[in-house]
């Protein structure tokens, strides 16, 4: 990865905002920088495998680019197995006991019609085709879902059992940290008109400076909505020309 600055863009918001001081408009691009990955999830990265440790649960994130810190977490795979991608208080609700210890209770994955008219179900919680119990410990057993609690962490639940090597690795979004000099050259460059636009629509409303123009400003705007919502398209798309195809989910999952 080549690290560009945020310094090569000056140029395209002085031509607009003239007489801005060269360090105030980088401080304005790298802002509209960050909200731009923010909004488009362009900068897409397939982190590196992380060993989880035994009973073990919280993890941070690694191997991200300088000057880069995760955004998204969007998925995750588990020993080449996809995992459960759960927010925090669903994570609550199907591991109420994801802090405690004791006897290892294994999950029990059900299809068809083997969740119908089963009384031991009944207080069960069903996410996704897994069948998790209040007497599920999470201790002791293969992990199966994964959260994030922080911006900076993320949990994995069951517990992991000692002695199984488990290798994890996550697909994330990223953003520039909020002291970056720059960010990736290939997403700098896809993502440039709009964080030109981005810097503008604030720089040109500023009260008081002699290149304030609100008129000017609400263009910038309508433009800056304009690259962002395409390019989130064109991530959503893979960068490809595949067409997007529905996948059907069973009533209940």
Sequence with gaps: MTLVPFASLVPDVAISAGGCPDPVIEGYLRKSAIRTCERT??????????????????????????QSEVFTLMGATLNGQKMH????????????????TGPQVNPVVLT????YNLPEYDDATLYNGVLLTSAVNVIGTQPQAIGRLSPCDYIVLPKPDAGTPYALR?????????????????ILGELSEAIVHGALQELLILPGAHWTDRELAEYHAKQYVFKTTERRARANLGFSRGALVAHPQPFGV
Excluded: N
């Design 41 to 66: 999830h362009s900068w897409r990265m397939m982190l590196p495998h992380v060993l989880l440790e035994d009973g073990v649960w919280t993890y941070k994130f690694v191997g991200m680019p300088d």
């Design 112 to 115: 068809g019609d083997a969740i």
């Design 170 to 186: 996550s697909f994330v979004t990223l953003r520039p940290t909020k002291d970056a000099t720059g960010m990736d050259d290939c």
């Design 85 to 100: 991608l759960l927010a925090p208080d669903v994570m609550a609700c199907c591991f109420p006991q994801w802090e405690m």
